[in-house]
């Protein structure tokens, strides 16, 4: 089973800012990697798939990179609405997919 | 606008059994691979089942493999995990989950979640 770490665990950054989170792979993954953004009592969205495509309607200041067992979200100029749980997730050997366990996203 | 409703969660004594329920809505679901994932308080997201398309091929995690079912009725746009044998560790938040096929897909749209307790 991939083991996925995301670091760090919580990220506290003002509006306007940018905030970078990290998610490491304990083998490659290739490009199979997607971030998901989670809110409480929400549903969790898809933010990237694929390492670096935004989903459908997600902004453009949301920005995924890396390949094989390193990888980046980037959000640039943090709104209100950003802050939240984020979570990265392997789909490359998958059965079982597995998640990191998520960056909390904090206003500083 | 695509919508999943998940439902039939509650409080269960050990060993016993819950189904279930994904209502689909805004999508055709019969040309969608369809996921359960679960949540447990404090936070790490597990997957726990995948099914395909057709209903065809089916896929459990190992710590359910033997005590869940997951099928899925495309008539009625609908997902169900019949969950058997249930354990404390069992104690989640259920979502469903959407994706274009089982395998390298990411998941792309999910529900709400339902919580299921399993305690006496």
């Known amino acids: 089973e991939i083991v996925m770490t995301q670091s760090p665990a919580t990220l506290s950054v003002s509006p306007g800012e940018r905030a970078t989170l990290s998610c490491r792979a304990s083998q490659s993954v290739h490009s199979y990697l997607a971030w998901y953004q989670q809110k409480p009592g929400q549903a969790p969205r898809l933010l990237i798939y694929?390492?670096?495509t935004r989903a459908t309607g997600i902004p453009a200041r949301f920005s995924g990179s890396g390949s094989g067992t390193e990888f980046t979200l980037t959000i640039t100029s943090l709104q209100s609405e950003d802050f939240a749980i984020y979570y990265c997730q392997q789909y490359d050997d998958w059965a079982p997919y597995t998640f990191g366990q998520g960056t909390k996203l904090e206003i500083k | 606008e695509v919508r999943l409703l998940e439902s039939g969660g509650g409080l269960v004594q050990p060993g016993g059994s819950l189904r279930l329920s994904c209502e689909a809505s805004?999508?055709?679901?019969?040309?969608?691979?369809m996921t359960w994932v679960r949540q447990a308080q404090g936070g790490g997201m597990e997957w726990v089942s995948s099914?395909?398309?057709?209903?065809?091929?089916?896929y459990y995690a190992d710590s359910v493999k033997g005590r869940f079912t997951i099928s899925r009725d495309n008539s009625r746009n609908t997902l169900y995990l019949e969950m058997n044998s249930l354990r404390a560790a069992d104690t989640a938040l259920y979502f469903c989950?959407?994706?274009?096929?089982?395998?390298?897909?990411?998941?792309?749209?999910w529900g709400q979640g339902t919580l299921v307790t399993v305690s006496s």
């Open positions: 099914i395909s398309s057709s209903g065809g091929n089916t």
């Open positions: 694929g390492a670096s």
């Open positions: 989950a959407k994706a274009p096929y089982v395998g390298n897909s990411a998941f792309d749209y």
């Open positions: 805004g999508f055709t679901l019969d040309i969608y691979a």
